[in-house]
Nanobody, 123 residues
């Protein structure tokens, strides 16, 4: 089993930066791809970013390209958020699993999930 715990959420003004972290435990985490999803108020959960285990290729939702950056260091996955906007307000979840390439942006392709951390951006 893999356990994921997010941290780093908070309240901030538009244009600022924030770093989220996802700490993982479990001896199989090193062989899993990782991703961040988010769910805003009244919205469905949506893909934000992913990093494949095999090769480390990264993928991003179009609205965050050039502003958010996913990285990984052993058992911690990071989401660096820059130039944040009010529409980035959401609960952010990290996920881990072995999605095929065509499903890298699909939440149901990930087996393990954290509990989420709230990010609120004011205008």
């Amino acid at each position: 089993q893999v356990q994921l715990v997010e941290s780093g959420g908070g309240f901030m003004q538009a244009g600022g930066s924030l770093n989220l972290a996802c700490s993982a435990s479990g001896n199989t985490f090193g062989t899993l791809s990782v991703a961040w999803f988010r769910q805003g108020p009244g919205k469905e959960r949506e893909f934000v970013a992913a990093r494949r285990y095999n090769g480390g290729t990264t993928y991003y939702q179009d609205s965050v390209k050039g502003r958010f950056f996913i990285s990984r260091a052993i058992n911690i996955t990071y989401l660096q958020m820059t130039n944040v906007k009010p529409e980035d307000t959401a609960v952010y979840y990290c996920a881990a699993g072995n999605p095929i390439l065509s499903a890298i942006r699909t939440s149901r392709a990930y087996r393990f999930w954290g509990q989420g951390t709230q990010v609120t951006v004011s205008s």
